[in-house]
């Protein structure tokens, strides 16, 4: 850990590698998306597909939302011509999300109003997730949410 900017002022970082190692093997979902509204429904329907026999569904559900969230924001805060890097990382059980954005501006949460259509993004990320942050990474940024998830039973699984 180091003393660097975080979500919340100075303080430490935490090593997103340092979360408990992966003992499921389900490939890391990474992929790029145009920095377009579009980009949502797309991120969306890849965590979906990636992980649907992998995760409970109520826990899937939590991390489409999370998705949502973050890729809706990257893509408003990013140029059009820009792109937006998902990457989706199931580790023991939870799902570590990050994703990168061209944003010059740091994110922040906002108390949007009940009529309000957006401002209550990383509320909610910050409601259903474990921990939150963002990061600047060379000419980028990175938003990350780290989400506890329940694992499906297997059939011969008793419990």
Known sequence: ??????????????????LSDCRVSVPVLSCHLA?????????????????TDHLHRDAL???????????S???????????IQLSVRLTGAELLI?????????????????????GRGLLLVEKFARLWGWAPIADRTVVWAVLPVELPHSPADPG
């Open 35 to 51: 920095a377009r509204p579009a980009a949502v429904g797309m991120a969306r329907g890849r965590v979906r597909a990636h992980f």
């Open 98 to 118: 990050k994703v990168f954005d061209h944003a010059t501006e740091t994110p922040r949460r906002r108390q949007g109003s009940q009529s309000d259509e957006d």
């Open 1 to 18: 850990m180091s003393d660097r900017e975080t979500t919340f002022g100075v303080g430490q970082v935490m090593m997103l590698t340092s």
């Open 61 to 71: 559900a939590d991390a489409e939302l999370i998705v949502t969230e973050l890729v």
């Open 73 to 83: 924001n990257a893509a408003g805060a990013s140029q059009e011509a820009d792109d």
